[in-house]
């Protein structure tokens, strides 16, 4: 079990927007602005496209952008496109024990 | 430009010990922020967060595997080192490594993983 809970599916048809959220607690996302995510792509690695909750790194589309309400993170895709079908993750700094940084269970985002 | 590189045994048998290596170019790891983890991930599963080291050598280890894990670095051939003893089948997953800059927090640069099998 993740510590981090996404919905497992999400999907939208071209030029929709979606919305994924990540649930966390107050060690966790409630608790710092150190919310990340990721795009993963099938047989390759992740690839940022969030970090501290709402920066794009540079060379990603600015369709893709990140926030952030009491535990909960999100991630909102706009003008969706066949190529961001992909799974995503988020991750977050947790203060909890040795643990320094905890993962999502994963999203996967089908485009219709 | 930054890239990372995992290197290791593609099998290991249960009870052995799997050791990982993670080669970078691009950055050096005694630079101030600069931070290295162990990511895994198996078949068809979630990431799971494993190790990292930092600039200072300072060391974190998940708490369900610390017992078993073991990270170190040599800065002067930019690699990053990950033991994890007492294989089981279970560890069957691609195990990636991962830079974070330290001042943006998020892994802004992965390697391509390296997929390990537990099997006799």
């Known amino acids: 079990q993740s510590a981090l809970t996404q919905p497992a599916s999400v999907s939208g048809s071209p030029g929709q927007s979606i919305t994924i959220s990540c649930t966390g607690t107050s060690s966790d996302v409630g608790g710092y602005n150190y919310v990340s995510w990721y795009q993963q792509h099938p047989g390759k690695a992740p690839k940022l496209m969030i970090y501290e909750v709402n920066n794009r790194p540079s060379g990603v589309s600015n369709r893709f952008s990140g926030a952030k309400s009491g535990n909960t993170a999100s991630l909102t895709i706009s003008g969706l496109q066949a190529e961001d079908e992909a799974d995503y993750y988020c991750?977050?700094?947790?203060?909890?024990?040795?643990?320094?940084?905890?993962f999502g269970g994963g999203t996967k985002l089908t485009v219709l | 430009q930054v890239t990372l590189r995992e290197s290791g045994p593609a099998l290991v048998k249960p009870t052995e010990t799997l050791t990982l290596t993670c080669t970078f170019s691009g950055f050096s790891l005694s630079t101030s922020a600069m931070r290295v983890s162990w990511i895994r991930q198996p078949p068809g599963k979630a990431l799971e967060w494993l190790a990292r080291?930092?600039?200072?050598?300072?060391?974190f280890y998940s708490p369900s595997l610390k017992t078993r894990l073991t990270i170190s670095k040599d800065t002067s051939k930019n690699q990053v080192v990950l033991t994890m003893t007492n294989m089981d089948p279970v560890d069957t997953a691609t195990y990636y490594c991962?830079?974070?800059?330290?001042?943006?927090?998020?892994?802004?640069?992965w390697g391509q993983g390296t997929l390990v099998t537990v099997s006799s």
């Open positions: 991962a830079r974070m800059s330290g001042y943006n927090w998020g892994f802004d640069y």
């Open positions: 080291i930092d600039w200072e050598d300072d060391k």
């Open positions: 991750s977050s700094y947790t203060s909890s024990s040795t643990l320094d940084v905890v």
